[in-house]
Structures are given as C-alpha cells and as structure tokens.
C-alpha cells in the first residue's frame, strides 16, 4: 500500500503550497519508482526459481523412472533364470515321472508351491522395498522444498528491510539537503 508524504503546516508556511505539494509528488514517485522495480525485480527471482525447482523435479522423476525401469529389468531377467530353472527341473522330472508317475506326483506339486511360495515372497519384499524407498525420498523432497521455501521468504524480508531503511535514509538525506539549500 502506498505511503502518502506530508510535510508539516510550518514546511508548508515556509516554502509556500506549490513548492511543498511539487515536493510531496516528487517523493510519492520516487517511492512508486522503488516499489515498481522490487516487484519487478523479485519476480525475476522467484521465476528463476520455478523454473530450477521444476528442472530439479523434472531430473528426480527421470532418475526415479529410470531405476524403476533398472528394476524391472532385473526382475524380469530374475523372472526369465527362475522360469528357465524351473523348465530345467521340470524336463528333469518329466524323465523320471515316466518310471515313477505315481510315487513323484505329490513331490513335485509340493516342490512347485514351495518354489511358487518363495517367488511371491521374492516379488513382495522387491515390491515393498521400492515402496520404502520412494515414500522416503518423497519425504525428503517435500522437507528440502519447504526448507527451501522457508530461507527463500526470510531472505526476501530481509531484502525488503534493508530496502526500506535506505528509502528512508535516501528521503531524509534528499530532505535535509532540500532543506539546506532553501535556507541558503
């Protein structure tokens, strides 16, 4: 909101209503002036961040979706050694079904669920473990932005502080010196 300067009733006895009124303008721009390229300025900054905060983003989903596809990898090459395995002691177990048809059959469904039972357990820990890791590092983003977020504002109140003060210092200065070369 913009700060409307006064000047005192003696200021305005002094130098008359023109030069006080053209005096007040003349701070009233100045101020706007200031205002405009902070805003301006901050913007700049606060684009520049979006973009590198969505390249960041952009950089983790591409290495996050490429260990996946890693991951998938080996688990189908994990998948495809099981299969051929387990093709391996099947043709196995077929030779020796043809002696023994009647006494094996128990043995090798019991031996497929147990290697059925180990799979699904295999696939569950992989499943579980990805889901650790990817609440985790959803986590540790989510803390780094609002840390990040939260350096940026008070980096930013301090900016506009210290902007202010030498706004300040830079009108009282302007007055003073106004002031001086009106009593000459």
């Not at 003696?10 to 701070?27: C, H, Q, R, S």
């Amino acid at each position: 909101m913009p700060v409307t300067a006064r000047l005192s009733k003696k200021f305005y006895d002094t130098f008359g209503e023109e030069i006080a009124n053209e005096l007040v303008d003349w701070f009233n721009q100045v101020d706007a002036t200031y205002r405009s390229e902070f805003r301006d300025l901050f913007e700049t900054h606060f684009s520049r961040f979006d973009a590198k905060l969505e390249q960041r983003v952009a950089e983790a989903r591409g290495e996050f979706q490429e260990r996946l596809a890693q991951l998938d990898a080996k688990i189908e090459q994990r998948v495809a050694e099981l299969r051929g395995e387990i093709e391996e002691r099947l043709a196995q177990l077929d030779a020796k079904i043809e002696q023994r048809v009647a006494e094996l059959r128990g043995e090798i469904q019991e031996r497929l669920a147990q290697l059925d039972g180990k799979i699904e357990q295999r696939v569950a820990a992989v499943r579980n473990e990805l889901l650790e890791r990817f609440t985790a590092l959803e986590a540790k983003v989510e803390q780094r932005t609002a840390e990040f977020r939260a350096e940026l504002q008070t980096g930013l109140h301090g900016v506009e502080v210290r902007l202010i003060r030498w706004m300040f210092l830079f009108w009282v200065g302007s007055l003073g010196t106004t002031i001086a070369l009106l009593k000459l």
